[in-house]
C-alpha cells in the first residue's frame, strides 16, 4: 500500500459540529485529494491540493474547507457538519504529470462519518 | 449526458471466464485513463493505467483503449472469485477545473460464480 494514511477511521458527531479529517502520506506526492463517497453517486471529488498552501475546489465543495501547512498532511474540515454531509471520505495522492498527463492516484483507508 | 458512464451491473460470469467492463467518457481530449478495483468497505486500488490507443496487458488483466470512440475497457481473463467487486472507471476531463482531476464513473458490480 502507498504511505497513506487517514484519522479517525470512523466518527460520529452531531449535527451543528465542527469535524476536521486528516491525510497524511509518506510519499512526498505533490497532488493530494479528498473525495466522497456515497451510493448513487460514486466518488466526487471535494478539494484538492497542489502544492504546501495551494489548494482549489472540486465538484462538490461547499461547506468544506482544506489547509495544507506540510507536504504531507492534508485537512478536510466540515465547519458546521450536517447529515448530508455522512458519507465515507477518501484521501487520494498523486505525483504530478508530464504535460497533459495525469498520474495515478493512489487511496487512503477511508474513513466514514455519521452526522446525526 | 455524464461524463464518465458505466455499466452499473451487476454482471456476472462463472469461473474461469472473461469478465469484460467498459467505460465511455466526454471529453475527447482526455489522456489519461484508469481502472480501480474496490471490494466492499474498502477504498478504491489501482489495477491499471492507459495513456494510449490499444491494448495493454497485465497478468490477467487487459485494457483496451479507443480515444477515436471515446471508450475504455477492462477484460479479465480467467475470472476468479476473488475479482468479484466494483470496477471504477475514471478519466481526466477537462470540461471544467483543472486537468488534474479524475472523474469517475459510479461503478461496474462484478461477480464471478464459483
Known amino acids: 500500500d502507498a504511505g497513506i494514511t487517514q484519522s479517525p477511521r470512523h466518527k460520529v458527531t452531531e449535527t451543528g459540529t465542527p469535524v476536521t479529517l486528516r491525510c497524511h502520506q509518506t510519499e512526498n506526492h505533490r497532488y493530494m485529494y479528498w473525495y466522497r463517497q456515497d451510493p448513487g453517486h460514486g466518488l466526487r471529488l471535494i478539494h484538492y491540493?497542489?502544492?504546501?498552501?495551494?489548494?482549489d475546489k472540486g465538484e462538490v465543495s461547499d461547506g468544506y474547507s482544506v489547509s495544507r501547512s506540510k507536504t504531507e498532511d492534508f485537512l478536510l474540515t466540515l465547519e458546521s457538519a450536517t447529515s448530508s454531509q455522512t458519507s465515507v471520505y477518501f484521501c487520494a495522492i498523486s505525483e504530478s504529470g508530464q504535460g497533459l498527463l495525469v498520474y495515478e492516484q493512489y487511496f487512503g483507508p477511508g474513513t466514514r462519518l455519521t452526522v446525526t | 449526458q455524464k461524463e464518465v458512464e458505466q455499466n452499473s451491473g451487476p454482471l456476472s460470469v462463472p469461473e474461469g471466464a472473461i469478465a469484460s467492463l467498459n467505460c465511455t467518457y466526454s471529453d475527447r481530449v482526455s489522456q489519461s485513463f484508469f481502472w480501480y478495483r474496490q471490494y466492499s468497505g474498502k477504498s478504491p486500488e489501482l489495477i491499471m493505467s492507459i495513456y494510449s490507443n490499444g491494448d495493454k496487458e497485465d497478468g490477467r488483466f487487459t485494457a483496451q483503449l479507443n480515444k477515436a470512440s471515446q471508450y475504455v475497457s477492462l477484460l479479465i481473463r480467467d475470472s476468479q472469485p476473488s475479482d468479484s467487486a466494483t470496477y471504477l472507471c475514471a478519466v481526466n476531463i477537462r470540461s471544467e477545473g483543472s486537468a488534474r482531476q479524475l472523474t469517475f464513473g459510479s461503478g461496474t458490480q462484478l461477480t464471478v460464480l464459483p
Open positions: 491540493s497542489y502544492g504546501v498552501k495551494d489548494t
